[in-house]
Each structure stands twice: as structure tokens, then as C-alpha cells.
């Protein structure tokens, strides 16, 4: 009898301690809203941005992912935290930038003919990072094929 009884209060006790752990987490949930935009980074009163809001703060606006493009420049757009370095890499290249008072950004990369891969990277004050990648094709292929069919010519696969 007294072992059951010790079962049943450590099992309640148990019980108890889960429902108390699972309350305190919602309630630290629903008295800290998410960072979800740059606007919520701004308003930080610290001026330290915690690492989840760096990962929001970096949007790549071009080129879009898996462009395709017959040119070997490309113009590299997007809006990240203000006065942040921004790093893009390009195949072997890189470029270094601070972004304006508004968050923007703008780079021309030159590009090689084939794939090309350009990882973009934001740097904040202390010294945390968001990335971003977009892949990038360079070929003539299409404008190969634009120019045949309007001098009438046929390509081999025809």
C-alpha cells in the first residue's frame, strides 16, 4: 500500500512540474512577439540584434534564383539592416559594401560563361551573418537559336 501511494505522488509530482514548465514557456512566448520584418530589427532598444533576426533581415531582390541570362553582367539588388557590410562572392570574385541608411544595396558582378554561383552575405556590429545564394546560367544557347529562326534557318535537332 505505501508503495503505491509513493507512486502516485511522484507520478502527480511529475505531472505537476510538466503542466508548470509548459505554462511558463507560453507565457514567454506570448510576451515576446517574433522579429519579423526590419522595421520589428529598428525598433530593438539595445541596438544587438539577436541571431534569429539577422536570418530575416536579408532579401535578395536580384537576380532571381536560377536565372538564365545570355549577358556576363548581372546587377546584384536587395535590402538588408542599414549601414550593414554586405560581401558577395562570385565564382572567384568578391565585393564589399556597406548598404545605405534604408538597408539598400546594389553590386554589378560579371559573370562566366556556364554556371555561376553568388553567395551574398550581410555582416552586422557584432559580427553575426545572414546568407543568401542564387545561381546564376550564362549562355548563348537561346540567342543562337533566336537568331536562326529569324534568318529561316533550322538548328541540327530539326
Known amino acids: 500500500m505505501k508503495k503505491e501511494v509513493l507512486v502516485a505522488v511522484l507520478i502527480g509530482l511529475s505531472m505537476g512540474l510538466v503542466i508548470t514548465y509548459g505554462i511558463y514557456r507560453v507565457q514567454n512566448s506570448l510576451s515576446q512577439p517574433p522579429i519579423t520584418d526590419v522595421a520589428d530589427v529598428l525598433e530593438l532598444t539595445n541596438g544587438e540584434l539577436?541571431?534569429?533576426?539577422?536570418?530575416?533581415?536579408?532579401?535578395?531582390?536580384?537576380?532571381?534564383?536560377?536565372?538564365?541570362?545570355?549577358?556576363?553582367?548581372?546587377?546584384?539588388?536587395?535590402?538588408?539592416?542599414?549601414?550593414?557590410?554586405?560581401?558577395?562572392?562570385?565564382?572567384?570574385?568578391?565585393?564589399?559594401?556597406?548598404?545605405?541608411?534604408?538597408?539598400?544595396?546594389?553590386?554589378?558582378?560579371?559573370?562566366?560563361?556556364?554556371?555561376?554561383?553568388l553567395n551574398i552575405y550581410v555582416v552586422n556590429d557584432s559580427g553575426e551573418t545572414a546568407k543568401e545564394e542564387r545561381i546564376v546560367v550564362v549562355t548563348?544557347?537561346?540567342?543562337?537559336?533566336?537568331?536562326?529562326?529569324?534568318?529561316?534557318?533550322?538548328?541540327p535537332d530539326n
Open 50 to 117: 539577436e541571431s534569429a533576426a539577422v536570418a530575416t533581415v536579408l532579401s535578395v531582390h536580384t537576380p532571381q534564383a536560377g536565372a538564365i541570362q545570355t549577358g556576363n553582367t548581372t546587377t546584384v539588388t536587395g535590402t538588408t539592416i542599414p549601414n550593414a557590410n554586405v560581401v558577395i562572392f562570385v565564382n572567384e570574385d568578391d565585393q564589399i559594401m556597406v548598404s545605405d541608411n534604408s538597408g539598400n544595396f546594389t553590386f554589378n558582378a560579371n559573370l562566366k560563361n556556364g554556371t555561376n554561383v
Open 140 to 155: 548563348d544557347m537561346y540567342e543562337q537559336q533566336n537568331s536562326a529562326s529569324e534568318t529561316g534557318e533550322t538548328s
